[in-house]
């Protein structure tokens, strides 16, 4: 399992914190997504043979916001 750290802009309540949890736990290969809504950030556990980084992006876009950051 790899650690990845994204810096999520335009999340600004609890239920954006929500959104954005939600939206990267039904990808395919999230074991699990957490945020933090004060520092605009999601710590993501992932397996790397079943989901990409393109594929975060994409997620936290749908669900409204913008992916600023991985690392």
Same mark, same amino acid.
């Given at each position: 399992?790899?650690? #990845?750290?994204?810096?999520? #802009?335009?999340?600004?309540?609890?239920?954006?914190?929500?959104? %954005? =949890?939600? #939206?990267?736990? +039904?990808?395919? @290969?999230?074991? &699990? #997504?957490?945020?933090?809504? &004060? =520092?605009? !950030?999601?710590? %993501?556990? $992932? /397996?790397?043979?079943?989901? !990409? !980084? /393109?594929?975060?992006?994409?997620?936290? +876009?749908?669900? @409204? $916001?913008?992916?600023? &950051?991985? $690392?």
């Amino acid at each position: 399992m790899q650690k #990845a750290t994204l810096k999520i #802009a335009g999340m600004s309540c609890n239920h954006c914190k929500m959104s %954005v =949890e939600k #939206a990267l736990k +039904e990808l395919d @290969g999230v074991a &699990e #997504a957490v945020v933090n809504l &004060e =520092e605009g !950030t999601a710590q %993501v556990t $992932y /397996d790397l043979g079943k989901v !990409t !980084t /393109d594929q975060f992006q994409r997620a936290v +876009e749908d669900a @409204g $916001y913008q992916l600023v &950051e991985l $690392y």
